[in-house]
């Protein structure tokens, strides 16, 4: 059972744009959510977070944005950039259980 | 600060075959997780150890997956015999507050 979703799995952008990473969750009680990026051959790095009682956290270029009534949340990217060409994975975490769920990934193109 | 480091980054092996993956996480972090990434889809837990005990296993297919953490730092995970639908990268984690650090991989192929 899949908990957290990842509908596209690829997303190209020219640079400069916005990039939306879109990412839906099933279940109501996690209460922590991350964005990680992957490139080839390396593991995920951590890009940036927000917890359940927020709606928006930024940081830089990356703005991450939480709809808790829609279970959904969203990565913006500004302007985005060649080197954000990435897999990026959007994960869920329930505070008492320390387990991550973790989304199918979308991979991002930022096209010079 | 060191990373998450792993060893070995590639390991090619033949189906029924027994092979064994090591993990040094982050100095002091008490959570380790065992991730295996089939292409494609996003990174399955295995095993999350706190310290030296096991916290969740309910995912590790226990007829041939084992792994350790006898000190409560390194740990490794073993598989025997390989089946040929565990090809996949094996990621190693620890964590601090609310944040994991991954490790590079171990991209495992079964022929």
């Known amino acids: 059972d899949q908990q957290v979703k990842q509908n596209s799995p690829s997303l190209s952008v020219q640079e400069g744009r916005i990039s939306i990473l879109n990412c839906d969750y099933t279940n109501s009680m996690f209460d922590y959510f991350l964005w990680y990026k992957k490139y080839p051959a390396e593991g995920p790095t951590f890009l940036i977070s927000?917890?359940?009682?927020?709606d928006k956290n930024e940081d830089g270029r990356f703005t991450v944005f939480l709809n808790k009534s829609a279970k959904h949340l969203s990565l913006h990217i500004v302007p985005s950039q060649p080197g954000d060409s990435a897999v990026y994975f959007c994960?869920?975490?329930?505070?008492?259980?320390?387990?991550?769920?973790f989304g199918t990934g979308t991979s991002l193109t930022v096209i010079p | 600060e060191a990373g998450v480091a792993q060893s070995p980054r590639y390991k090619i092996i033949e189906k029924r075959q027994s092979v064994a993956f090591w993990c040094n996480p982050i100095?002091?972090?008490?959570?380790l997780y065992w991730y295996q990434q089939i292409l494609g889809q996003g990174p399955k837990l295995l095993i999350q150890f706190q310290n030296n005990g096991v916290v969740d296993d309910s995912q590790l297919p226990k007829d041939r997956f084992s792994a350790e953490r006898l000190k409560g730092v390194d740990s490794t995970l073993k598989i025997q015999p390989a089946k040929l639908e565990d090809s996949a990268v094996y990621l190693c984690?620890?964590?601090?507050?609310?944040?994991?650090?991954f490790g590079p991989g171990t991209r495992l192929t079964v022929l």
């Open positions: 100095s002091g972090h008490a959570t």
């Open positions: 994960a869920a975490t329930l505070n008492t259980g320390n387990q991550f769920y």
């Open positions: 927000i917890s359940s009682i927020k």
């Open positions: 984690a620890s964590r601090q507050y609310n944040e994991q650090f």
